[in-house]
């Protein structure tokens, strides 16, 4: 069982900038798609962005030009760097893995993080 864990959440005012991670207990083939999803309260979850192994990046409209994800795959770490934090960044974010990146976008994955909060206020 792939086991995640997130870190670097927390409070930011508006403007603002976290880094978000995600150790990964295995490298295999079910992390070879690796991305990061945010839940608003009283929302839908949505995709924010992802990175295939092999180097391939996708990003959600909303934060694009902002955040900027990477991967260490020789520390099985998924990294998320948001800048220009805004009051409506504010939600749990998750990391999930999949072997497929374009099932991984759109929201399937067996493998979730437990959620980190993040919170953008003044």
């Known amino acids: 069982q792939v086991q995640l864990v997130e870190s670097g959440g927390g409070l930011v005012q508006p403007g603002g900038s976290l880094r978000l991670s995600c150790v990964v207990s295995e490298r295999s083939s079910k992390t070879y798609s690796m991305g990061w999803f945010r839940r608003a309260p009283g929302k839908e979850r949505d995709f924010v962005a992802s990175i295939v192994r092999s180097g391939s990046i996708y990003y959600a409209d909303f934060v694009k030009g902002r955040f900027t994800v990477s991967r260490d795959n020789a520390m099985n770490t998924l990294y998320l760097q948001m800048n220009s934090l805004k009051p409506e960044d504010t939600a749990v974010y998750y990391c999930?893995?999949?072997?497929?990146?374009?099932?991984?976008?759109?929201?399937?994955?067996?493998?979730w993080g437990q959620g980190i909060q993040v919170t953008v206020s003044s």
């Open positions: 999930a893995t999949n072997t497929d990146p374009l099932s991984l976008r759109n929201g399937h994955s067996n493998h």
